[in-house]
């Protein structure tokens, strides 16, 4: 963003998205240490039970209550608002216009940081829908659709409406893409609350909505903001528009279908189970297609991953891509669901998506934001390697062990050990869990501080001529 560029409303450009970044930064780190403490309590689960060594704050902080927060700050607060920030920042680069409102923007970031507030209090005091995904009770989880995601929706729409560029590039597909369909997947996911929807039906639309969260929410504006920064930061174009399209075009098609393989026990209609595992395995087309995108369009410039942080992180993510989505397309299948349903290797799966996928990609983003809206570089550059291997290190050891884990319940489901025979033989993994969980919690505290420096201390990057009518770059 340029110095010379005028204050817009009294606020200047880019303000709103600055706001969004550091703050889903905030959450990150508290999401983080919260996931953490779940850990313990999955490894020792008498660590700081009772009580006796609680006080007050005993049921509070029991594991039914802290997993819940853990989860809604991790996409909530970290995922959504990262999102939103990169929104912010990228949709007025690449429409060549000011974001349509930075009071709207500011008035969005904070009514949800103060809604995040209220829904991590509503869930520790056990306000709870017992739904995944979608814990938070009535009226919370509708001043989410509004307050957070119906504010981001109107700024970015306006502000595509308003570009003074030809054409849409392939990021803004997505954010505008997903923005829709994330209204649709949380409305439907909310409608239990609203509506008398209860037993079965209510728990195919709890899990269709706990996956299309996922994937029509997380994976689409993970990919677009690797469509932006990757190009942007390498000096390459974009390999493929086509290739892009089609992406685009198959998560729509197939990404929104599957849900029914999280219920492959339930009675449901078997049509219904074996669309979601046919559906579940056509996922590889659009994830094959953006990774052979990305991979493409880095060709002749692979030594900046030795150097630059943003690329280190967003290109470390895309290619997490290729085993997650591997992974997460025969895992739907009936021959591998019924072994693995129900065991740690779900939730390593999960991590792998949310930490492994999106989580990189977006720290890739916010380095490279950072640093362009406050014209600083990065404070430290140790720092941020240092980030990046606690980050990439907890991360695969954190995967592995959890993995492990999940492959020992499974074996022990199938030969009927007992359940407390499985929990004595999963020990080590849990505490394996929580070290390498550690790890990574630490390299999130590190990227919050370096970013802190970067905005207050960091060496400042002035650029000569600015043109006057890009607002961002």
């Known amino acids: 963003m340029s110095t010379a560029t005028a204050a817009y409303d009294g606020i200047r450009p880019g303000t709103a998205a600055k706001h969004a ?5 905030v959450w990150l780190c508290i999401g983080a240490s919260f996931g953490f403490f779940t850990s313990l309590r999955i490894a020792w689960p008498d660590l700081l039970n009772g009580k006796e060594v609680m006080g007050p704050l005993a049921s509070a902080f ?3 209550r802290v997993r819940p927060m853990h989860i809604t700050l991790v996409i909530f607060g970290w995922i959504s608002m990262a999102f939103v920030a990169a929104m912010y920042y990228m949709t007025p680069a690449l429409c060549n216009c000011r974001l349509w409102s930075e009071k709207l923007g500011l008035w969005n970031i904070w009514l949800w940081n103060v809604g995040l507030v209220v829904a991590a209090i509503s869930l520790l005091v056990g306000a709870n829908s017992g739904r995944e995904y979608q814990e938070l009770i009535w009226p919370v989880d509708i001043y989410v659709l509004v307050f957070i995601l119906g504010f981001a929706a109107v700024n970015t729409f306006n502000t595509v409406l308003q570009r ?3 054409g849409m590039y392939i990021t803004i597909w997505f954010f505008l893409g997903a923005l829709v369909m994330i209204w649709m997947t949380y409305f439907i996911g909310a409608i239990p609350d609203l509506f008398p929807v209860t037993g079965l039906n209510e728990a195919y639309m709890v899990w269709w909505h706990a996956h299309n969260v996922l994937g029509l929410w997380i994976t689409p504006v993970s990919a677009a903001i690797a469509y932006y920064v990757i190009p942007k930061v390498t000096g390459n174009v974009l390999y493929s528009h086509k290739v892009g399209h089609l992406h685009f075009w198959t998560i ?6 599957p849900g029914a393989h999280h219920l492959m026990g339930a009675p449901l209609p078997e049509w219904m189970k074996s669309f979601a595992s046919v559906s579940g395995v056509m996922i590889l087309i659009p994830a094959l297609a953006f990774i052979t995108n990305m991979v493409l369009t880095v060709q002749g410039k692979w030594q900046m991953f030795s150097d630059n942080v943003s690329i280190q992180f967003a290109l470390t993510g895309t290619l997490m891509a290729v085993p997650l989505n591997f992974q997460g397309a025969f895992q739907q299948t009936r021959a591998i669901n019924w072994y693995i349903h129900g065991t740690h290797w779900i939730v390593a799966h999960a991590h792998f998506a949310l930490l492994g996928f999106s989580t990189f990609i977006e720290i890739g983003a916010t380095y490279y934001a950072i640093a362009k809206l406050f014209q600083r570089k990065i404070y430290s550059q140790s720092l941020a390697t240092t980030h990046y291997w606690l980050t990439t290190v907890g991360f695969i050891g954190f995967w592995t062990t959890l993995t492990l884990a999940g492959l020992i319940q499974a074996s ?3 030969y009927n050990t007992t359940f407390i025979d499985v929990v004595y033989a999963t020990h080590p993994y849990m505490v394996g869990r929580s070290l390498f969980g550690l790890t990574i919690v630490l390299g999130q505290w590190i990227f919050l501080y370096n970013l802190y420096k970067t905005a207050t201390a960091g ?3 002035t650029e000569k001529n600015p043109p006057a009518t890009v607002y961002y770059t």
């Open 459 to 461: 060496e400042p990057v």
């Open 412 to 414: 022990g489901k199938v």
């Open 252 to 257: 729509v098609a197939f990404y929104s279908t």
């Open 164 to 166: 003074r560029t030809q």
């Open 62 to 64: 029991a594991f039914g």
């Open 21 to 25: 970044f550091f703050s889903a930064v």
